[in-house]
Nanobody, 125 residues
Framework: QSQLVESGGGSVQTGGSLRLSCVVSGFILDYYAIGWSRQAPGKEREGVSCFSWSDGSTLYADSVKGRFTISRDNAKNTVYLQMDSLKPEDTAVYYC??????????????????WGQGTQVTVSS
């Protein structure tokens, strides 16, 4: 069964850190760009980060640059999002996604062809 399963969300105070994990099964990561997005209550889903192995490019939303880091462990078929210096405005449900590598290379974005179920991150002030 092909699926993406996120974990690692939780509640932290401002300035804290969390590492989100996304275990990917049934997909070969080399064929996809990997991405993280988030959706806060009452807001549209926002792209947070997108990594494409084909050219090694990594994109981050301006709001998280310098604080979030995307990575992957091929051996574990797992994608990570390290989140440091968290702020209350980072509160959202976070989703990992896979995007066809050719589409991602052309569009330089992770539109998300496949999605996980999401994990809640809450940052209190």
């Amino acid at each position: 069964q092909s699926q993406l399963v996120e974990s690692g969300g939780g509640s932290v105070q401002t300035g804290g850190s969390l590492r989100l994990s996304c275990v990917v099964s049934g997909f070969i990561l080399d064929y996809y760009a990997i991405g993280w997005s988030r959706q806060a209550p009452g807001k549209e889903r926002e792209g947070v980060s997108c990594f494409s192995w084909s050219d090694g490019s990594t994109l981050y939303a301006d709001s998280v640059k310098g604080r979030f880091t995307i990575s992957r462990d091929n051996a574990k078929n797992t994608v990570y999002l390290q989140m440091d210096s968290l702020k209350p405005e980072d509160t959202a449900v976070y989703y990992c996604s896979l995007t066809d590598i050719q589409v991602a290379t052309i569009t330089r974005s992770c539109r998300g062809d496949y999605w996980g179920q999401g994990t809640q991150v809450t940052v209190s002030s």
